[in-house]
């Protein structure tokens, strides 16, 4: 099957009288070659169960679905839904589209069906990139690996390492559950209407070792970056009034920065501010 033999995105986009509402974080890849891209970039997609955040006019989707996935697409705007219809045919029944908000979705309900864990490939809203990753981290079995495009500053948020500005709690809840990867950028003309920034790709593979506890690791973390040019001891009283004594527990100088603890190191305090409070 060949995506080349449907009408161009931007044909579809001028027939069904469609533009980009910026509320919802509509920025469009009309080029299948960059599709193409994202989706090799996920691996081998034959016969896989994909979720897809925002279709919108179906570019990703397109690509997707050429690669031989299985698409649940989730998309908020009901604009485009008649636009998608084609789509559902033209995929001989491996595409289903889902009207709603993927925030507020239950992946794990609409992928009964679904024989192993389900990828996630999406070119994200900018506006809800970081609340959907987050979620996503959080998920349980259904989940499988991420192919992600965030804002290019995003994207180096969550692959940063210890020392650097980007670094914080974004970096180390992915860290902490997946091995993540910037693969490339993508130029804001790539995009119709372009944002103002560029973009870029991110995997993130589930570790072999994943830390359990993250509504632990977000409390911890929250306190550590919210004041991050201070000293730990002084950061995670917004957490604990035993900040000094947690954080000797956990191997940690009550006198380091956030920005020096390393993925290990946050674990730890995790763990000490567990014992300690449970
Ligand atoms: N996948 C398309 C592409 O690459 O051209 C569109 C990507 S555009 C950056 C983001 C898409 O997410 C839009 O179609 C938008 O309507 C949709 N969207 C925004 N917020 C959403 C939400 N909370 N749940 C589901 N879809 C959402």
Not at 81 to 105: F, K, M, N, Q, Y
Request: net charge neutral.
């Amino acid at each position: 099957m060949n995506a080349d033999e449907l009408p161009t995105l931007r044909d579809e986009l001028e027939t069904h009288g469609l533009w980009a509402n910026k509320g919802l974080g509509q920025h469009f890849l009309l080029d299948l070659n960059i599709t193409r891209r994202i989706a090799r970039t996920a691996g081998d997609l034959a016969g896989q169960a994909v979720i897809e955040v925002g279709p919108g006019p179906g570019g990703l989707t397109r690509a997707l679905l050429e690669a031989g996935a299985h698409v649940t697409a989730i998309e908020k705007d009901a604009r485009f839904l008649p636009l998608l219809d084609p789509l559902i045919e033209w995929s001989g029944g491996r595409l289903r589209i889902v009207h709603g908000d993927a925030l507020a979705a239950d992946e794990e309900r609409l992928l009964h069906e679904a024989p192993a864990a389900a990828r996630i490939i999406s070119n994200l809203p900018y506006n809800v990139g970081t609340p959907l990753l987050v979620k996503w981290l959080k998920a349980g079995a259904w989940r499988g690996d991420m192919t992600l495009m965030f804002q290019k500053e995003v994207a180096q948020r969550i692959v940063a390492k210890p020392g650097s500005d980007a670094y914080g709690r974004l970096a180390v809840l992915a860290q902490a559950r997946c091995d993540v990867r910037l693969e490339f950028t993508v130029p804001a003309r790539a995009f119709t209407p372009p944002p103002k920034i560029a973009s870029a790709i991110v995997t993130l593979r589930d570790r072999a070792d994943p830390y359990p506890h993250l509504d632990a690791l977000e409390r911890v973390t929250a306190a550590a970056f919210g004041q991050r040019r201070k000293m730990l001891r002084a950061a995670l009283r917004a957490l604990t009034p035993d900040a000094e004594d947690v954080l000797r527990a956990a191997g940690i100088e009550p006198t380091a920065r956030a920005e020096e603890i390393d993925q290990a190191g946050f674990r730890r305090l995790a763990d000490a501010w567990r014992q300690r409070s449970s």
